[in-house]
Structure formats: C-alpha cells, structure tokens
C-alpha cells in the first residue's frame, strides 16, 4: 500500500493535470452547444461501434442456438399453414377438420451425412423423445432429403434420397405427370424420374415436386427441375435426369413432416389393395 502511495505522489503533476484537462473540456462542452454536440456525436458513434462489435462477436458464440430456434419455428409455422390449406372438394366446410390435410412439422440438426455411398443414410439429433416417428418425411428449404428408417430416444436415422432403394412419388408439375424419383447411384446432384410414359411432352427446366399420392409428404414439395430427356432403351418409359434442388453436400437443418390423419387409412386401405391383387 505504502508503495502505491509513493507512486501516485511522484506522478502527482501529470495527474493534476488529466484532472485540470478533464475539467476544461467538461466546462467547454457543457457550456458550449457546437463543442458539445460534437462531442456527444463523437462520442455516440464510438459506443455505437464498440456495442456493436461486442454484440457481433457475441453472436458468434450463439449462432447454433438462433438457428435450432428459427427451425422449430418454421416447423410450427408450416404446421398452420398446412393446416389451413384443405382438401380438393367441391364443397368447403370449415370446422370439419375431416376436410383438412393435417400434417406435422419438427425441426432436427443433421450431425451425420454421407453422399459417397450407394445407399446413404442421415442422422439427425432428435429421436422419440421429441416426436420424431419412423417413416417420417424429411426436407428442407430446398427439397426432399429422404425418410426417417430408424429412431431412437435421442436420434434418428434417416434413408438419404442419395440411396439406391429409396423411391419418393412425384409429379411434373406444369403436366400433373406422376412418376417416381429414384436415385441412380451417380451424381450427388441428379436422380431419374421414373415411369413417365414416353407419349408426355416434357421440356428442360420442368418443375418435379412431390406427388401427395402417399402418407409421407404433402403434395408440392421441391424434389428437382429436369436436366435430361430422352427415349431410352425402355420401350414405355422415357429416361428423365433431373436435377436435385436440396444440396446434400451443406445440409445443416432439416424438417420433418408427419400425417397424422391420413398415414394409418391410407397404409390399412394400401395393405388391402396388394391382398387382394396377390
């Protein structure tokens, strides 16, 4: 204690003098309007900019959170909004909820991701413990990802579209065209749409969205835009390359949508179906 005593009397003068400056300029800005606005300006854009860089930095370290939140959102958002969209009918009644196409959405990370592979599988960091079912569909922004095959309490795996064996039901949408999406082991960027007759005009840059003739995902989804067309060596189909919208290479968050109202009808009525033709 003694020691800093003895310091600050040694360098006694220069603090007399930050004490005198400080004063002055106080007097001059507070008694002085153009000084004083300049001042406060000044010092306005300095605290500006350093709340600023704090609050970037900030950020940073909370970006993962902000996103996860954003998704769930989204997921809730898109869950009204199918929710308000209903049926084609000729006729409209609105509290039949009978009447209504009733998915839901969650939100999930994928922390998992292969696309060199013949069939490629996605993990995802939620599982039944927060209501994530299998045969769940999964996409994102850009276009279908794949299907939930597995659950558990914590995680989930999911049948990349990048697998040999996954099928996703779609359509050409300017045509209403159905076929199937099917990826063919190559290009992490393309798949084929298979089962489309060779009497149908299709045109490079066609739209393929999703069919909504099964349980997993509504009608309307983005799968891709056709990239290839061409007779084939198939004589009742023509061979279609299209170009995949989802970018599997950057998949970061994705949705995944539940049917509630439809999934066990349609698979019961579906079950039936092949008894019958068998």
Do not use: C
């Amino acid at each position: 204690m003694q020691r800093i005593l003895l310091f600050l009397y040694s360098i006694r003068a220069f603090l007399l003098f930050i004490t005198l400056e400080t004063l002055a300029i106080w007097l001059v800005v507070s008694y002085n309007s153009p000084q004083g606005a300049v001042f406060f300006n000044s010092s306005n854009s300095f605290t500006g900019s350093f709340l600023n860089t704090k609050d970037s930095f900030t950020e940073y370290f909370t970006l993962g959170k902000t996103n996860e939140a954003l998704a769930e959102k989204n997921a809730q958002l898109m869950a009204k909004l199918a929710n308000l969209k209903p049926t084609k009918d000729s006729v409209f009644i609105p509290l039949d909820s009978g009447m209504l196409n009733s998915y839901e959405f969650r939100s999930a990370k994928v922390i998992n991701n292969s696309i060199n592979l013949r069939t490629n599988h996605i993990t995802l960091n939620k599982g039944a413990n927060d209501g994530i079912k299998e045969g769940m569909g999964v996409f994102n922004e850009d276009g279908i990802i794949g299907r939930v095959k597995g659950v558990s309490n914590n995680y989930a795996s999911v049948i990349s579209l990048l697998h040999t064996d996954l099928l996703i039901s779609s359509k050409i949408k300017s045509t209403d065209v159905f076929g199937s999406t099917q990826w063919d082991g190559k290009s992490s960027q393309k798949a084929k749409l298979k089962y489309v007759p060779r009497h149908v005009e299709v045109a490079k840059g066609d739209t393929v969205v999703t069919s909504g003739y099964n349980a997993v995902f509504p009608e309307g989804l983005l799968v891709g835009t056709i990239d290839e067309v061409s007779t084939g060596t198939e004589t009742n189909y023509l061979d279609i390359t299209i170009h995949l919208t989802a970018n599997f290479s950057t998949l970061t968050y994705v949705y995944l949508v539940e049917n509630n109202s439809m999934e066990v009808e349609l698979d019961s009525l579906q079950q039936i179906t092949e008894s019958v033709n068998e």
